[in-house]
């Protein structure tokens, strides 16, 4: 609405009382209040125009300008000029018959005041034509304020002053007289009286209680938010000093290996020297890192050698089994899908592929179309170890080994191997032999009864390796250690040190003159022993991450670890 409004507005309160007027401009909520006229400026202040409260507030440009509106400033000098102009009471008006919606027209039989805009509220507040309610039921007709007064006299709806307190009396002021003098109520009037009092004191007793309260909530919810806050710093002091606790205990583990790989390396300087005079040592037998094998998306956990095709196969964290070549090209030749979870343990017989799985399941696969030919649901927990043996295929989980009957790429299940502490990370076949390694405990059975014929006590935790050479049988346990048993006696004659982690995978390797074991650790590390005199003869230092899985195949080492990588060592 702009100025041409103003001028409205002059015209409408100018005319004969008789005029119609167009009252809708004048009348609406607070179109033309004394603070309701407002000067926008364009961006560049060259113009200003003055609208209408209700037009600033829904106009998204100058309507003359079209120019985008800056911050509204009050203009005062022209809502004083509207303030000043003369209209009639709209107590005093009524729609014009037949007229457009909010046209009215002066009613000579109603209010003939004409009045000010800017004092338009104070009179219509107290204006005697203002319609009003009676205030004994809402029933009664529709009133003015001057008539009030004299329908109270004569309303028949006049409720007994002690309506509040049950009684049901309603009348006018004549049988309002006489039904008091009757009225129970009137007699303990000075009673109920007090009793209101006295209940008004304890609602204010009460309100009060209600603000005491409601302050008291408010001072604990900023007691508890600052106690929130104090937490919260607390909380991020005891993250940054757990970081700083864990970089320095990190900080100090690598310290300690490279002390310890230092320690050893000298110790094996030592050895070679010794055996160069005893005339026992063969540089032929340094083992080098020829070669890495790189195509898996998350940490490898076990590997297994394909002598008849040179193949090496790799079981992932990606559920993934990858095919190698290791004679001529060492590229991945396939990639293996059929498992949910991680591959965990893998093992071979004949032209059969068996993986175990995360997933509780073990797939054959046909290595000569390299496609999955069966699927079983194994165990209730996931495949921790695979080893086959006179055509039966053992599994390893929580508690239990399974032994299945190998029919062509059906899997039977032949018996249940119970009484296990813990987790079976580890089995090795051997001479008819079966040896499970779980928490502190090395089994073996007699694969053809199927019975336990001798249990090995061990130390350093659950035991995550075997392996077993001629004349003994070795376990790498959680805590770092290698422990090694005289096969015949089952007699325990030393126990390896130098790792600074888990001890995950064995690994060995028979030579005619001599015989090697291979371990793999937690501690990134790889290391060769010499099983003459059980000492430590080389450690392999090239992954990025723990080494998890060992296999050996034509005098070749390969080493899975969790960094996803495999890598080949030659002598």
Known sequence: MQNNDTAQVAMATSGRSDSAISVRSLHSESTFSARSAFSLHSPDDEEQHTFCHKCVLTADSCSVDQMKLNPVVSNIAVAEQIAELIIHCKYGCCPVPGGPPGILQVDAGRCPTTIKLGQRRDHESTCSY????????????????MDLEAHLQECKHVKCPYSKFGCEFVGNDETM?????VCRFEGVKDFLRRSE???????????????????????LGRLAESLEQVEKRVETRLDVMHENQSKLSEDFMEFRRDTTVLSDEISHINARLNMGVLGSYDPQ???????????HQGPVWCLCVYLAGDLLFSGSSDKTI???????????????????GIVLALCIQGAQLFSGSADYTIIVWDISTLQKVNSIRAHSNPVCTLVVANNLLFSGSLKTIRVWNIDGSELKLKKELTELNHWVRALVASQNKLYSGSY??????????????HVLETSGGSVYSIAVTNHHIICGTYENVIHVWELQRKERVRTLTGHVGTVYALAVMAMPDQTKVFSASYDRSLRVWSMDNMICTQTLLRHQGSVTALAISRGRLFS????????????
């Not at 007289?177 to 003098?181: G, K, M, N, V, Y």
């Not at 037998?285 to 195509?295: A, E, L, P, S």
């Not at 502190?440 to 014929?453: G, H, Y």
Request: charged letters at 25%.
């Open 130 to 145: 203002r319609p009003v309610q009676c205030p004994n039921n809402p029933e009664c007709p529709p009133l003015v304020q």
């Open 177 to 181: 007289a006489t039904h008091l003098s």
């Open 197 to 219: 009092e006295r209940s008004g004191e304890l609602h204010a007793v009460l309100a009060q209680r209600e603000q005491e309260l409601a302050f008291l909530r408010s001072t």
């Open 285 to 295: 037998q340094i083992f080098k890192c020829k070669g890495t094998f790189v195509g």
């Open 322 to 340: 990858k095919v190698w070549d290791t004679c001529t090209t060492y590229k991945c030749q396939r990639t293996l899908d059929g498992h949910d």
């Open 440 to 453: 502190q405990t090395i089994k073996i059975w007699d694969i053809r009864s199927l019975e336990c014929v």
């Open 560 to 571: 899975g670890a969790v960094d996803s990588t495999v890598k080949v060592w030659t002598s």
